[in-house]
């Protein structure tokens, strides 16, 4: 992996010094959840080998398993092409939403108009 100190230099972080990182489950490329680093919480997911994000409700670091047993080991990371979001892959150990679903994503699916013979220009 890239020298963490440039990584984290490259990203651009918003106003409130927070980066979105979309979390991908190595195998079945599931995206899993989003969550937020600061340039801490970047460091400590690229150094440690475990996804750590910057809660912006306790203001505090969470490392995602250390209560619930549903680890993610990072397997690779990248920025996109602004720099301003991060795609982390991951070897998920348990379901990774807090309600016990795969991935958050799977908990309210919407249906777009498309797929109700809505909005089409045909």
Not at 12 to 33: H, K, T, Y
Not at 56 to 85: F, H, I
Request: charged fraction near 25%; hydrophobic fraction near 40%; glycine fraction near 10%.
């Amino acid at each position: 992996m890239t020298d963490t100190a440039a990584v984290v230099a490259r990203a651009r972080f918003d106003a409130s010094g927070l980066l979105p990182a979309i979390i991908q489950e190595e195998g079945s490329r599931d995206v899993l959840m989003l969550g937020w680093m600061d340039a801490e919480a970047l460091r400590r997911t690229l150094t440690e080998g475990r996804v750590t994000f910057w809660s912006r409700s306790r203001r505090e670091y969470w490392r995602k398993g250390d209560t619930s047993g549903n680890v993610q080991y990072v397997r690779a990371a990248a920025l996109d092409c602004d720099g301003d979001t991060l795609l982390v892959t991951v070897h998920q150990v348990g379901p990774a939403c807090h309600t016990g679903a795969h991935a958050c994503f799977d908990v309210d699916p919407l249906e777009p108009a498309t797929a109700r013979g809505e909005g089409s220009d045909g």
